[in-house]
């Protein structure tokens, strides 16, 4: 059987009873970010195939003729979820959908990393470093850059999730030295001082015109517990990882791991692994992130780049359903929000995206409100026959073809 779960990271579809609580009280917190209908508003676009799959029948989801229209040939099931772990990040959000309630936050550094971190990460370079400051990834090049072309000096930065983000031009760190900073980086960050992730980010071009290269970016995420990722590949089925999922999984409990350049590229590479998998009789699961939507536009405040980056999903979803096997699933699901018209450059804490298919579903199934994240893993194990006793409550019985 083949269960492919695609993240369409930080589609968001709504905020979660508890938003007040995360991003800038003196705002209201998160209380009514809303991440798909806001872009649909401020740029829209035509999502008729989501639509077919039930995606307006989400509550709270608005529907138009010029957006997401009604429908008579919808099928397909339908459904949000929340999150219970207290983050409203990818490595929060990924953990918890293969397993992994966090009781507590992730560590994040809002005034910066303390002295004793930086000492170390500069005897790790031999070169000291630049900023140490939450910011933006664009706004740091922009202030920082040049000082970092002078100096050689790595620009370090976070932001309001658990990140240690370094920087560095290429043509002044080549791209294998960053990586190793970037190692040296995980490894002094455990512990007390244990972020979720550590980032790799590497730029070109000339100020003002610095250029990030998204393609070569990096995550060394933390080592995760024993999720369903480990219980699937322990019961002999394929696990494969395309674009950054592997890394947010610190590369555990795959079987194959792909690495991906954008949404373009992961899209090609999932359906030509699933249509491989046919051919092959691959018995297990694909688990895709497209990243486009937050890194490239949630965070930049781009409606009109986030919009488009969905009609493009929303054109290849025919595709994506006609390479479903028989007996086969696929999943489209998101790991938090990143309202682009939100104030901020941030995550919103937002109820997750849950649509399903499978062949021969006639009309539509309501999946509900799922408690917890986890129940994608309790599914994904449930359709699998892998044994998994974690948290999560399996839907598998739900998607009847």
Known sequence: ML?????????????????????????????????????????PVLLPNLARLG??????????????????????????????SPGKDSSTGH??????????AFQVYPQGFPPEVMARFDAATGRGHLCNLPYSGT????????????????IVYTSADSVFQVAAHVDVVPLDTLYTWCEAAREILQ????????????????????????????????????????ALKAAGKAVVGIGKIPDLYAGKGFTEMHHTDDNADGIRQTLERMHRAQAEGLDGLIFTNLVDFDSKYGHRRDAQGYSAALKAFDAALPEFLAAVPEGGALLIISDHGNDPTWYG????????????YRPGMAGLTDLGTRQTFADIGATAADALGAEWSGPGQSFWAQLRG
């Not at 995360?22 to 209201?28: A, H, L």
């Not at 029948?57 to 999150?83: K, L, N, W, Y």
């Not at 450059?345 to 399903?356: A, F, N, P, V, Y």
């Open 139 to 154: 706004e740091v090049l922009s202030d920082y850059g040049e000082e970092h072309l002078r100096t050689g000096q790595p």
């Open 55 to 84: 995606i307006g029948s989400i509550p709270g989801v608005e529907c138009s003729p010029a957006t997401i229209p009604e429908v008579g040939d919808a099928r397909g099931a339908f459904g949000r979820m929340q999150e219970v």
């Open 3 to 43: 269960l492919t779960i695609l993240v369409l990271d930080s589609v968001g579809v709504g905020a979660l009873p508890d938003a007040a609580r995360f991003g800038d009280p003196q705002q209201g917190g998160d209380v009514g970010a809303f991440t798909l209908n806001h872009t649909l508003k401020a740029a």
């Open 345 to 356: 450059s941030d995550h919103t804490r937002e109820h997750g995206l849950l649509l399903g």
């Open 191 to 230: 512990g007390e001082h244990a972020v979720a992730r550590v980032i790799a980010r590497p730029f070109t071009g000339a100020a003002p015109d610095f250029e990030r290269l998204n393609d070569q970016r990096r995550d060394y995420s933390l080592v995760p517990p024993h999720t369903v990722l480990d």
């Open 95 to 104: 953990w918890e959908f293969m397993g992994i309630q966090l009781e507590n």
